[in-house]
């Protein structure tokens, strides 16, 4: 397929030209989300588990009720 996504799009689309709000969806939500398929998937979940794991530790930092898209903004300290 053409790999195409709706959401990644609403994402990185504005990123790329320095917004980071473009997908208003909270970290905390796609935390819950993650943490419920991770259940219901059991050994089968490694990578919704690593990627539950960011996320939680978002939202343990209190970055939770920030956008998904904000984790694109770079940070000067992250390099």
Same mark, same amino acid.
């Given at each position: 397929?053409?790999?195409?996504? !709706?959401?990644?799009?609403?994402?990185? !689309?504005?990123?790329?030209?320095?917004?980071?709000? !473009?997908?208003?969806?909270?970290?905390?939500?796609?935390?819950?989300?993650?943490?419920?398929?991770?259940?219901?998937?059991?050994?089968?979940?490694?990578?919704?588990?690593?990627?539950?794991?960011?996320?939680?530790?978002?939202v343990?930092?209190?970055? !939770?009720?920030?956008?998904?898209?904000?984790?694109?903004?770079?940070?000067?300290?992250?390099?």
């Amino acid at each position: 397929g053409a790999a195409r996504s !709706g959401m990644l799009e609403k994402a990185v !689309g504005p990123a790329l030209r320095g917004g980071f709000d !473009g997908s208003r969806f909270a970290i905390r939500n796609a935390e819950k989300d993650l943490r419920y398929a991770v259940a219901a998937l059991g050994p089968r979940a490694e990578l919704a588990r690593a990627a539950h794991d960011v996320l939680a530790r978002h939202v343990a930092e209190g970055r !939770g009720d920030a956008f998904v898209s904000r984790m694109l903004e770079p940070h000067p300290d992250a390099f």
